[in-house]
């Protein structure tokens, strides 16, 4: 008994003694890996502030707010251009005026991509450019290269789906200039103009418009020259440019140049580039001679110019010319149009005309353009350096356009306005672009819903076609109201306008398919699903064009 005892007392002993190394073993273990934590917190950056990621929040600017101004009065236009006429060079892109050095292009071509070549053989093809809004009544500015040759002119504004219908109201050659319209219900946000007399080297300068195709792009800089001149740029004798290094592209053609106040002060025409985008040089024309060729067209479809009848010295160094004949200033005479107002006048070959109605003649430029503001039938008083002697000379101004109507090259470039109005689509009411004609008896029995009418025509480049109607389709609803005749069609077109969304549900395979064409079919949502087993079902359906 007494050695079980024992034997107990060693075993609860042994228990203990190693119950005790454990612990100790787990208080040594915590202690070492305590001072080592401290050791490391000590090698730590104590002077560093924690990074805090602050709440979402908009950081404004003068930017952002002139973008979100300006966005809805900025228009992109697309349109549909003829092929080039026969005769033309081949290669020739139609954007390039040969009148302007390859180096300077003005921005506009297929998709936005600038440029652009095609044969007289080629089939049209699209192009897109910018312009904006001037009057609540729907009436928008771009450049004539935009809309020039178009046979279809599609404006989208900014937000909206829709395309609405674009009329040419008319253009202007020598500034490159052109109005056309679009008809809406919408409550349309004209822009504010600037006076670009005011405009400095140095101000902040914004373009937006649709480069390559992306609508709404908005780039900033800085004026970066005034007053560039035809002759500094090869441009024609009315184009006196804004310089700007914001960032201006193919496609930004017809957009506005603002102020930092969101003002228009021009329109985006030209670049300078050895390749087809921006290098931080481009050209707008000041939004004062816009407004003169804008007034002019709203109210009589033409810009109208004054003219005398008269050709200038062309000299490369024209002061050189005038300091030699012992003058500063003026434009040489180089010939006078035989019965026009300068002959009539008493104008001679030879004279330096110093000054027109009182106001100094610095070159030829100048002096065209102070004739071109006076008014056609008024006087124009001529103050003239003839051999030396002063002469003072009264000429009645002409219409630089009737004056020079055999000189298309001059106040036209080959193409007549009305030439270019007639080949512009008309606002039309609300049409679908299709012809239907009852189903058959057969063709019935093989319609579950024994409803519908066939596709027997579809009109190229109509609103059936862009969403993927084909001949032989059968349609038995539009916005789901059932459809059984022409009349129930005319019934359902009565309650839509322009802008509203429309969705056909067609019948695919109702008939065999038409024959293969050469014409690709076109579609934005088109997605057929021909099964072997019947017709099958399926919504086409997009924004209808404006008018």
Known sequence: MKLFE???QQKLMSMAL?????????????LINTQVNAARDQNAAPDATPLTVPRLSALGNDFTALAK???PSVVNITVDVAPAEKGAAKGQSPDDSDEVPDFFKRFFGPDGSGGGQETPDSPKRQASGSGFLVDKNGYIVTNNHVVENATKIRVRLHGDPADYRGRLIGTDFETDLAVIKIDTSKTLQPVTIANSDSVQVGDWAVAIGSPFGLEATVTAGIVSAIGRS?????????QHFIQTDAAINPGNSGGPLLNIRGEVIGVNTMIATSGRGSEGVGFALPVNMVARAYNDIIRIGRVTRGSIGVSLDRSVEPEVTLKALGVDHGAIVESV???GPADKGGVRAGDIILGVNGMPVKDGDDLISHVADTAVGGTATLSVDRDGKPVTLKVTVADRAELYKDRPDIVGGGKPLETITSKVEAPTEVKFGFRPRPLTEQERDSVEARRGVMVTLVEQDSF???IGIQTGDVIDAINRQPVNSLEDIRTVQAKLKPGDAVAFHVLKGVTPPPAPTTRAPKGRNLAVRQAADGPQGLYLSGILPGR
């Open 464 to 466: 059936a076609e862009e």
């Open 6 to 8: 024992k034997m107990r």
């Open 69 to 71: 101004k300006l966005e």
């Open 337 to 339: 149009s035989k019965g």
């Open 230 to 238: 035809p002759a500094q740029l090869g441009a024609r004798t009315f």
């Open 18 to 30: 190693m119950l005790f190394t454990l612990s100790v073993g787990i208080l040594i273990g915590t």
